[in-house]
Every structure is written in C-alpha cells, then in structure tokens.
C-alpha cells in the first residue's frame, strides 16, 4: 500500500482544515487506517484511526469533539476534518495503514505497516 497525504497548510486559530491520504496498490479497504502528527521536538502521537469499514473509530483526547476521521473506500481515501484548530495542532500529519481487519487499539505505532509521507499544518494564533 502507497500513501499519499495531502491538505495541509497555513491557518488561523479556529479555523478548519481537511488532509487526505489516498492509497494505492493492494485493497485499501482492508487495512484499518490511522493519523498520526509529529510536532517539532516531540515524539510522534497518535490522533485517530478509522477501522476497515468505517464502522469503529478512535481519537487521541486532545483533538476528540475537534476533529473527525472518516474514509471512501470507493475512492481508495482517508480523511481527518480539523476544526477549531488551536496552535498546538501545529504539526506534520502523517497517514499510515494497519493490518486487514485489524480489531487493536489503533494507539501504537509500531503496529502500522505502511506510512505515507507527511503533510505540514501549521495554525496561527
């Protein structure tokens, strides 16, 4: 699977955002998929995760009620809707995928095999 996220940018405090991650090669619709960011200096965490089917999801406390993680199958893509941003959402996105019907927590990374390339959200205050 070949990850490609897309999207992110320069905003202000409390505006919205939409990152994408389109997958190509085997069947995205399998694969349990996940955003994670990374800010300068600090580790990489974990944000919110989209089961196979788009039935189950999961959010980090600090962006859960702010943002929104959903997926087209049909259209081979994953989608994290930010809004309320706030300064400290600064950080490069990354979208990654995780075992065909994968039933964990989604938290951990080391258990997504294929990761895309990062996109770089940036929120002013």
């Known amino acids: 699977v070949q990850l490609q996220a897309s999207g992110g940018g320069l905003v202000q405090a409390g505006d919205s955002l939409r990152l994408s991650c389109a997958a190509s090669?085997?069947?995205?619709?399998?694969?349990?998929m996940g955003w994670f960011r990374q800010a300068p200096g600090k580790e990489r965490e974990f944000v919110a995760a989209i089961n196979w089917s788009g039935g189950r999801t999961s959010y980090a406390d600090s962006v859960k009620g702010r943002f929104t993680v959903s997926r087209d199958n049909a259209k081979n893509t994953v989608y994290l809707q930010m809004d309320s941003l706030k300064p400290e959402d600064t950080a490069v996105y990354y979208c990654?995928?995780?075992?065909?019907?994968?039933?964990?927590?989604?938290?951990?990374?080391?258990?997504?095999?294929?990761w895309g390339q990062g996109t770089l959200v940036t929120v002013s205050s």
């Open positions: 090669g085997r069947a995205f619709s399998v694969y349990g």
């Open positions: 990654a995928a995780v075992g065909p019907y994968y039933r964990g927590s989604f938290h951990d990374t080391d258990e997504y095999r294929y």
